[in-house]
């Protein structure tokens, strides 16, 4: 049966996406697999307005509902985001509806780069979010610096508790020079005794990334695989990065961006519900040659608001970009 392009069912829970009219054009690529093809719509914040922006650029968003799972939230959406270069930060907006503009938490950087007691870095960065209904706690991984990625919990999703170093590249192979980048999702891998996977960015001496992965019974303890999911060279890149994992035809596929070089697309690859396969399908999202992409569209994250689905991305270059919103069309 051919698969119904309306239906994208994602490994975000309870995420959920602000579209507005902003009349661009639509984008010329089809997704593989069925996916929609998505059109920009709006900033999701506007730098200029923000007071906490110590670089002048955002990356890695996330997007997680807080109704049913935060009492007396701030609003009912909170958006997770970052600079990247030093000090870096992981910032939050936050909206009641999501037909307006994000509203800056006033406290804003809620982790910085000096946790006293468990860590002293040069930055904070790329903050994934995940609700973990198992503790009911949010769950929130960063890296700081690029060679470890941390987790911090939160009962309110604002003030954070430290958890611990959760992967670093002394856990992957000899000449690993960075693991960062992470985003987590619940997904059930019965062979390894495992309810969570990790996808991650990985680069060695080389200086070439890949898509690492890992698996966890419990979303803090882990076992990574020590050979890459996605190699760059297998998708005709020198780099890839941002992994994002979505759900559909019972199977599952991890989403990634380019380097600007390669393209500066976001791509999909089939993994297969046990990440046995290696099924390269090509462009998933062909970034805008003007503004906001300017060529690049990278970190992807997703959800659906009103029955419609969107995709809230990086837009531009790494240390210039800014977070949009597209629709799907």
């Known amino acids: 049966m051919a698969p119904n392009r309306r239906q994208l069912l994602l490994g975000t829970a309870g995420a959920a996406l602000l579209a507005t009219s902003a009349g661009a054009a639509p984008q010329a690529v089809a997704a593989p697999a069925g996916f929609p093809d998505y059109r920009y719509r709006r900033l999701a914040l506007v730098k200029s307005k923000l007071r906490y922006n110590p670089t002048g650029e955002l990356i890695f968003p996330t997007i997680r509902g807080t109704r049913d799972r935060i ?7 909170y958006l997770y985001y970052a600079p990247h270069d030093a000090p870096g930060g992981i910032c939050l907006a936050y909206a009641n509806t999501l037909d307006e503009e994000f509203t800056e938490y006033a406290g804003n950087p809620i982790i910085t780069r000096s946790w006293p007691g468990e860590y002293t870095v040069s930055h904070v960065s790329s903050p994934h979010a995940m609700w973990n209904d198992d503790v009911k706690r949010m769950y929130l991984y960063f890296h700081g610096e690029n060679t470890v990625t941390r987790l ?3 009962a309110d999703g604002i003030h954070f508790s430290y958890e611990k170093e959760v992967l670093s590249t002394r856990l992957l192979p000899a000449g690993t020079t960075e693991t960062s980048y992470a985003r987590v999702f619940r997904h ?67 989403v990634y961006n380019t380097d600007i070089g390669s393209g500066g697309n976001i791509l999909i690859t089939e993994v297969g519900l046990d990440f046995s396969k290696r099924n390269h399908l090509g462009v998933f999202h062909d970034s805008l040659s003007g503004a906001p992409d300017n060529g690049r569209s990278a970190a992807p994250s997703f959800g659906t608001y009103q029955g419609r ?21």
């Open 309 to 329: 689905e969107y995709m809230i991305y990086e837009a531009g270059d790494r240390l210039s970009g800014n977070i949009a919103i597209a629709q799907a069309i």
């Open 71 to 77: 009492s007396g939230a701030l609003a009912a959406y």
């Open 152 to 154: 911090a919990s939160s």
């Open 188 to 254: 059930d891998l019965p062979s390894r005794n495992a309810r969570y996977v990790m996808v991650f960015m990985l680069n060695n001496t080389t200086n070439r990334r890949d898509i690492g992965w890992g698996w966890s019974a419990n979303a803090r303890d882990w076992t990574f695989s020590q050979t890459p999911l996605i190699r760059h060279q297998d998708v005709g890149a020198v780099n890839v990065g941002g992994p994002h994992l979505l759900f559909r035809n019972n199977s599952v596929y991890v």
